[in-house]
Structure formats: structure tokens, C-alpha cells
């Protein structure tokens, strides 16, 4: 699988991160979303769907591990898609 990356992230840094559904709406909305790590290790709190943005906060994570997070969104008709970020957790 190919992920986007995320610049590198310290593990005291706290960072925003939003993704941008639009060019993918096809005229659609956005009736549900959601954002997650599935390693608890790395915190994702603070989702919010902002107009075709889903926006979260990312924030913890242990030096030398790589952690995937997933956006997730069901549309208006009802289709489904994930998008996924790679963070690499690294001192700055």
C-alpha cells in the first residue's frame, strides 16, 4: 500500500493534520467521519469534519516506530473511503 507521509513527529509534539475530500466528492456530502491510529501508542483526538476537511490532532507515539492514520468518510449516497497517513515518530 502507498500512504501519504506526515512530516516527522517528535513524541512531545502535538500536531493538527486535516485531509481534504473534495476533489473525491463527486457533488457529494460528507454525512460521516472519523479519524484513528489503531495503536493506541499514537493519540488521535479532536476529529472534526470542517466543510469536505477532516481535521484531527495527533500527538504522542514512540521514538522509532511508524504509525498509520486513517480518515474515514460515508457520503451522502452512501460510498466509503479511507485515506492513510504514515508518522514516523523521531526526535527534532
Known sequence: MNFETAPVKDPNSVLRHAHDWADWLEGETITASNAFCSDPALVIDQVALVGTQVRFRVSGGV????????????????????????YTIAEK
Open 63 to 86: 521514538l522509532g516506530q511508524t504509525y498509520i492514520v486513517t480518515s474515514r468518510v460515508t457520503t451522502s449516497t452512501g460510498r466509503s473511503d479511507d485515506h492513510s497517513v504514515r
